[in-house]
């Protein structure tokens, strides 16, 4: 498998209230020279969380141990600049499964499809009482249900649909990249060559 399944995850949510992060804030051209996807969380968001010594930040939420969780909530806009698909494995290797927005710049919100994190794009009403509900209580949970495509706030029981593609969803809930779901279908593959 590319990345641990996902089909149902209820988890705590880091605050993030900015618009228009680029993927150069997520993860800084200079850290780009890796080619293996470990490692990169170290410096998800690197220029924002630690000062030019190398220390972190105080007023960051990522240095701010009052807030963790698998689910990122951000502003407006997220994922836009360049199509680094590094910025997404920095994601995945903090350990955020699923982003909410609401809106994802294309590329970006492919390249989480294939890498498995989740962009949840909601209403920007919804956004906005998903981030006010994180940031008074770090203690909130959200559950992010893809075989019903629903995000629910679980202290309200407030909650909205959201897209995904079929063949997306299926990935996803597999742990599946695009070679792993043409592996999953090698015995039906060789039965069709055999039968040229």
């Not at 490692?39 to 630690?50: A, T, V």
């Not at 209580?137 to 202290?155: F, G, H, M, R």
Request: aromatic share 12%.
């Amino acid at each position: 498998m590319a990345y641990d399944k996902f089909t149902v995850l209820t988890s705590t949510a880091v605050p993030l209230p900015t618009d228009n992060v680029d993927t150069d804030q997520i993860i800084p051209a200079r850290f780009l020279k890796a080619t293996e996807r470990e490692g990169f969380g170290d410096n998800l968001f690197r220029d924002w969380r630690y000062d030019v010594e190398g220390n972190p930040k105080k007023d960051f939420v990522l240095n701010d141990p009052t807030y963790s969780g698998k689910i990122l909530v951000s502003g407006r806009n997220f994922g836009s600049g360049s199509s680094r698909e590094h910025a997404v494995w920095a994601l995945y290797d903090y350990g955020f499964r699923c982003v909410v927005s609401s809106f994802f710049a294309d590329i970006f919100k492919n390249n989480c499809l294939n890498i498995g994190v989740l962009p949840v794009t909601v209403s920007p009403e919804f956004s906005d009482k998903l981030m006010d509900a994180v940031t008074a209580n770090p203690a909130e949970t959200i559950t992010v249900d893809i075989p019903s495509q629903k995000i629910t706030l679980d202290s309200t029981g407030e909650s909205e649909s959201f897209d995904i593609n079929e063949y997306k969803k299926d990935n996803m809930q597999n742990g599946f990249d695009d070679i792993d779901y043409l592996l999953s279908m090698s015995d039906e593959i060789e039965a069709f060559a055999a039968d040229k």
